[in-house]
Each structure stands twice: as structure tokens, then as C-alpha cells.
């Protein structure tokens, strides 16, 4: 137990802590977080167990700090422009947790359009650095609203590389590829199965299993014994809900 004796933890606080163990003893890499909840893990992720974890404000700094979501930070560290930064992605010093609105049981991610890519049904945000960022550094995922129209048998486009895609291109494109972790409102996923397709590694508390299943588009690997996603601690929902976000931000991103 937590013996916070202010309220419980709601589903978007448990959203955060795991989101902020992606970045567990990541050491001096950048943390690029996408999402208000991703961005909250990694701050506290930076308060509490990963000192050392380099953050950015959004744009060409290096910030010294930790701010409120929303606010300015103090202390610049550092410049990181587009190239500098695109050369830390190149070279595996960056974790980046970006969002879905497709991802299959590989791991393979789409973010480009809905539908035939010659003819799309809807035109997205297109590939952007997903291939890059799923070859050279370790890629997870946040979605915060699971359901099989996001978690599906096969995606309408290749954008972040799953498991299959780079074990298929060989040695070149596995070498630096790995995908830590797939975050949702509802559980934590990973894919340390023989064949690296996704598996349930833990639930948040008031969720089941069933209901996990019943939300995805593909046969999710799901062990026997599933635990719930680590409770946060006392210290861990202060600097959430008095240091990191004290506007609730996350709870707008994963209602109550």
C-alpha cells in the first residue's frame, strides 16, 4: 500500500506511474514523452527514481527543472536544436513514448491515415520519425482509450516498425530495435513471448482480464496469473497532484 492518506489513486495516476517506469533506470538519455500523461511519467520518473533523465520543453532546450504541465521552465541547461536532436534519435541516447492510432500484436504502429494508403478513408499526422525512432532507440507507446479499433489484427500502415518487420529486414534493423513498453487506460503490455507478439503484464486496478481481451482485435497472449500495475506511493502522488500537475490535467486524458 502507498499510506498516502490524501485521496486514491485514481486510474490516471496509475496511468502515470507506469508510464513513469518506462524510464527506469534509463540513465542520461532524452526522455520524449507525447501526451499529457507520458509527460507527467517522465517528470516524476525525474523526481524520483531516474535523476539523471534528460528532459526538453517541448521545443530546442534542455531544461534543468521539472515545471507544472503548462508551465515555463526556469532553468535552461542546454540547446538542442532539430539536428542535435535527431542525432541523439539516430544514435540510441533518446526514449521516446509516442501515441497509436493503430498498433498491432508485432508492435508495427500507425499514425499516417485510416484505410487503402493509396486511397485513405483519413489522412493522419502521417509517418513522421516513427521508423526512425523504432530502429535506433527504445519506443513505447501510450494510447489512452483502448479498444480494438486502436489494438488491431493488422494496422492500414507500417509507421513505428514492429517485432516481424525488423526481424524480417535482419540484422541492420533489429540491432538497436526494441519496444519496452505499450501503455493504455487499461493495462501494461509488453512482448517478451517466444515469438515477440504483445502480451498483458499487468492490469490496473478495476480491470480485468475479460475485459482486456474484449477490447482488443487480436488474441493478446495473457498469463495465467496477471498482476495489477504497481500502486503509487505517498511521495509519488504529491509530486503528482501538488508538484508535476496540480490543474488535473491527467484526469482529462483518463477520465475517473
Known amino acids: 500500500m502507498s499510506g498516502s492518506t490524501g ?34 511519467g517522465a517528470r516524476l520518473a525525474k523526481l524520483t527514481f531516474s535523476p539523471d533523465l534528460l528532459l526538453t520543453d517541448g521545443d530546442a532546450l534542455l531544461i534543468g527543472d521539472v515545471p507544472a504541465v503548462g508551465t515555463k521552465s526556469q532553468v535552461v541547461e542546454g540547446w538542442l536544436p532539430f539536428r542535435q536532436h535527431l542525432s541523439m534519435t539516430a544514435t540510441g541516447r533518446r526514449h521516446v513514448m509516442m501515441g497509436a492510432t493503430q498498433i498491432d500484436r508485432h508492435g ?16 493522419l499526422l502521417g509517418v513522421r520519425g516513427a521508423p526512425v525512432n523504432t530502429l535506433n532507440n527504445p519506443t513505447s507507446y501510450w494510447i489512452p482509450r ?7 489484427e493488422r494496422v492500414d500502415m507500417v509507421c513505428g516498425v514492429g517485432y516481424d518487420r525488423a526481424a524480417a529486414a535482419g540484422p541492420a534493423a533489429a540491432r538497436y530495435h526494441r519496444i519496452p513498453d505499450v501503455i493504455s487506460n487499461l493495462g501494461v503490455f509488453d512482448f517478451e513471448t517466444p515469438d515477440r507478439t504483445m502480451r498483458l503484464r499487468s492490469l490496473h486496478p478495476g ?39 496540480p490543474k488535473g490535467l491527467r484526469d482529462r486524458e483518463v477520465p475517473a
Open 7 to 40: 485521496p486514491a489513486a485514481t486510474r490516471a495516476d496509475y496511468c502515470v506511474v507506469a508510464c513513469a517506469e518506462a524510464w527506469r533506470g534509463a540513465g542520461e538519455v532524452l526522455a520524449s514523452p507525447m501526451g499529457t500523461v507520458p509527460t507527467i
Open 108 to 123: 508495427n504502429q500507425n499514425i499516417s491515415c485510416i484505410g487503402d494508403w493509396a486511397v485513405p478513408e483519413r489522412q
Open 146 to 152: 483502448h479498444s480494438a479499433r486502436v489494438f488491431v
Open 207 to 245: 480491470v480485468t482480464a475479460e475485459q482486456v481481451a474484449e477490447a482488443t482485435g487480436f488474441a493478446l497472449t495473457i498469463p495465467d496469473e496477471v498482476p495489477y500495475t504497481r500502486e503509487p506511493t505517498a511521495e509519488e502522488l504529491r509530486l503528482i497532484r501538488e508538484v508535476i500537475d
